[in-house]
């Protein structure tokens, strides 16, 4: 008689809520009571058993504690080690604040000789330099400002004023023989130092470390045939902002107007090119592409011959995944630096101990000039580079460390939400503003949906085009019509921001010149005359340029409670009256654009115009009057 053995298993119950210690410890001796009571009935504290089961629960404690503490470094509101914040900034687009340097304004003097007699006495603007953009400028002390941008003597613009007075005139004519030329740009304070960086075979995505801590700024890099490298956000952008100097021999169309327009913007596609990584410890790396190739890009793009080599020719293979390294047998992520040398000229240290006052950045240490010697006497020009001086007109300041745990979180929050993207309608207007003066001078922008016509011929919105209205400043701060260069230069800087489905049309906005005539009651014992050139003065505050915006409609009680509350003397003001000026465009030069102002004015409010327009007192000398009804009796 035989018996047959059978074996079952039993499925032991596991919990795996457990946290800390404790829970381990407690479930480890309902488990053992559990499935092992007659093995093991032991459980005091002084026990062998209890010791395993306690180290387990140790073990498990301190397995869940990283577990935890690797998911919460997973997560940009709760991280707290800086090399997870400096990877998760950098992944988004985010370059840390490694050191920020000090900022200031320099002012910077030169003296040109004179052109003309009499009333056409001038200065020689042919003498006029280019103070480059990286000139040294150092405080007594050795803190070394930099300048970010070119100070060019040779042009001006509402935001880019230039200054000149008489500096010497001739004892016996009294004609002028040298004047004085003043204008500021921007500077920020660091040391410049250059490194340099030797390179065998061509080795992919290859990166090399500066020496110092806390580097600004990549101010160039140079390798040994004299080849430029250009730093990019990221190795993908294939594309990068460069300019060149407005002229007939670089575009003959828009040369005219090189006196408002000293460069045309454009976008060079460059194959050499790097990224910069900030390392939380200080350091800055660059990191460089790909490509091995020396062939042109436009030779090597992937093709259905390099993109699927590997794959078999049956049509039943063509689900097959390819091999996505073929993409990298192209410059798509720039070239990797082989067999040369890299020289990188960069700027580096800042901090709170930059700031300085007014006054004492003043000593000159590093200058580059242009200037156009053709024509001009050597000693002269000679004598007008020796003439050049500097000094900071404001105190220094932004001078500061890098960013704590908690600004460097935030920061990353509002660079992700940001996107780097003109996805809002503001978006394109702080880009339009955000334009360098030395590619056009834009003082209002206004953004709006463009529309088009349906088969009723009912104007309906268009939802894949924006109408970008921009004006200008001249010299005597009055609105005028941006030129052709300027808005070339503004549409390639804006491809760089706007969504690939959005078409912007950039266009001049009307300009509605006015005049403003108040009529008032007087307080006794003022003296009329008196009252009413403050009231002019107040309400051509009211209209000063820099107050008014596009579709800006006139609310004439706040002109009226404006003119009662800040101007003494003044009982009530009884009525104001807004006129159009277009008929005096041809002596005055105004715009010339007829509005009919009182079919806008509604409720005490005068509206712009349905295209978008902006009002303008052009001449407030002229263009506001006053007069007094009568005063207290």
Wanted: charged residues 25%; aromatic residues 10%.
């Amino acid at each position: 008689m035989g018996y047959e053995l059978t074996s079952k298993k039993k499925n032991k119950e596991v919990r795996y809520l457990n946290k800390d210690f404790s829970q381990f410890r407690n479930n480890l001796i309902e488990f053992s009571k559990q499935y092992f009571p007659n093995t093991y009935q032991d459980f005091n504290e002084s026990s062998p058993g209890m010791m395993f089961i306690e180290m387990a629960s140790y073990v498990g404690d301190v397995m869940s504690y990283y577990v935890d503490s690797q998911f919460k470094e997973s997560l940009l509101g709760y991280s707290e080690e800086l090399r997870t914040l400096y990877s998760m900034a950098q992944s988004f687009g985010y370059k840390p604040r490694l050191s920020a340097p000090s900022s200031t304004r320099l002012e910077f003097f030169q003296l040109v000789p004179n052109t003309g007699e009499g009333n056409n006495a001038a200065p020689d603007y042919n003498y006029a330099l280019n103070i480059k953009a990286g000139t040294r400028v150092e405080t007594a002390d050795g803190v070394v400002f930099r300048t970010i941008e070119d100070c060019d003597m040779r042009y001006e613009s509402s935001r880019s004023e230039r200054e000149t007075e008489i500096f010497e005139r001739d004892s016996a004519t009294d004609t002028p023989t040298y004047w004085y030329i003043r204008k500021e740009v921007r500077a920020q304070s660091g040391n410049v130092t250059d490194e340099d960086f030797s390179f065998g075979g061509a080795k992919k995505y290859d990166k090399v470390l500066l020496s110092n801590s806390n580097v600004i700024d990549i101010i160039s890099c140079t390798d040994s045939d004299g080849n430029k490298w250009y730093e990019v956000d990221s190795l993908a952008q294939d594309t990068i902002f460069d300019e060149i100097e407005n002229n007939s021999d670089n575009d003959p169309e828009l040369s005219q107007y090189s006196s408002n327009v000293p460069y045309i913007l454009r976008l060079k596609r460059v194959s050499k090119r790097f990224t910069t990584f900030r390392r939380p410890d200080g350091k800055t790396e660059l990191r460089f592409g790909a490509g091995i190739s020396d062939n042109a890009d436009e030779d090597i793009i992937p093709n259905p011959d390099n993109v699927g080599s590997n794959l078999p020719g049956s049509p039943s293979k063509l689900y097959e995944t390819f091999d996505p390294s073929n993409f990298l047998k192209t410059k798509t992520y720039g070239q990797a630096p082989s067999n040369t040398s890299l020289t990188i000229n960069y700027q580096y240290g800042g901090g709170a101990q930059d700031n300085v006052a007014a006054g004492r950045v003043n000593k000159i240490t590093g200058i580059t000039f242009e200037i156009d010697e053709t024509n001009l006497t050597p000693s002269v020009v000679n004598f007008s580079k020796t003439s050049v001086r500097a000094s900071n007109v404001e105190a220094s300041s932004g001078g500061m460390g890098a960013e704590s745990v908690e600004e460097l979180r935030e920061n990353i929050k509002a660079y992700f939400q940001a996107q780097n993207r003109a996805v809002t309608k503001d978006d394109y207007i702080i880009r339009t503003y955000a334009l360098p003066d030395k590619y056009g001078n834009i003082a209002k922008a206004y953004i709006t949906q463009d529309t088009i016509l349906d088969e009723e011929q009912q104007t309906q919105p268009n939802p894949l085009a924006l109408n970008l209205y921009i004006l200008g400043l001249n010299t005597n701060r009055h609105l005028v019509n941006v030129n052709d260069a300027v808005k070339e230069n503004l549409k390639t800087y804006l491809t760089r921001f706007k969504p690939v489905t959005d078409a912007v049309n950039i266009k001049n906005a009307y300009v509605i010149n006015i005049g403003v005539k108040a009529n008032i009651l007087t307080k006794s014992g003022f003296d009329h005359q008196i009252v009413m050139t403050n009231v002019n003065q107040r309400i051509a505050e009211f209209f000063d340029v820099d107050r008014w915006q596009i579709n800006q409609p006139i609310i004439i009680s706040e002109l009226q409670t404006t003119i009662q509350n800040d101007v003494e003397g003044v009982l009530s003001v009884l009525d104001i009256t807004i006129t159009n000026q277009d008929t005096y465009s041809s002596t005055a030069g105004y715009s010339g654009n007829r509005y009919n102002i009182s079919s806008a004015l509604r409720n005490g409010i005068v509206y712009p115009a349905k295209d978008p327009s902006i009002f303008e007192v052009k001449l407030p000398n002229t263009d506001i009057t006053t007069a007094v009804d009568g005063g207290e009796g």
